[in-house]
């Protein structure tokens, strides 16, 4: 079992910045990768950053690409979702999510995050 905690959404207006953490604990050891995707209000939830057990391979939805920054530091066991350049359509519950065996099975509760525009 992996324990995963979002943390730092909030209220931000079009422009700004926020950084999301992820507290991983539990059975981190078997986690090859960490996730985050979002939810918006009526939406399908989607796919937004990956990173690797090592943190050297990363991935980005489109819609996110050189404006958000998937990191993660091992010793900590916190992954970190650094978004910046904010949009209104970036406003959705954001989940952190761990890939164990090679699917994503272990999910965070969500921290919303709200741009205003």
């Known amino acids: 079992q992996v324990q995963l905690v979002e943390s730092g959404g909030g209220l931000v207006q079009a422009g700004g910045s926020l950084r999301l953490s992820c507290a991983a604990s539990?059975?981190?050891?078997?986690?090859?990768?960490y996730a985050w995707f979002r939810r918006a209000p009526g939406k399908e939830r989607e796919f937004v950053a990956q990173i690797g057990r090592s943190g050297g391979s990363t991935s980005y939805a489109d819609s996110v690409k050189g404006r958000f920054v998937i990191s993660r530091d091992n010793a900590k066991n916190t992954v970190y979702l650094q978004m910046n350049s904010l949009k209104p359509e970036d406003t959705a519950v954001y989940y952190c999510?761990?890939?164990?065996?090679?699917?994503?099975?272990?999910w965070g509760q969500g921290t919303q995050v709200t741009v205003s525009s």
């Open positions: 539990g059975g981190t050891s078997s986690t090859s990768a």
């Open positions: 999510t761990a890939r164990v065996f090679g699917t994503w099975n272990f």
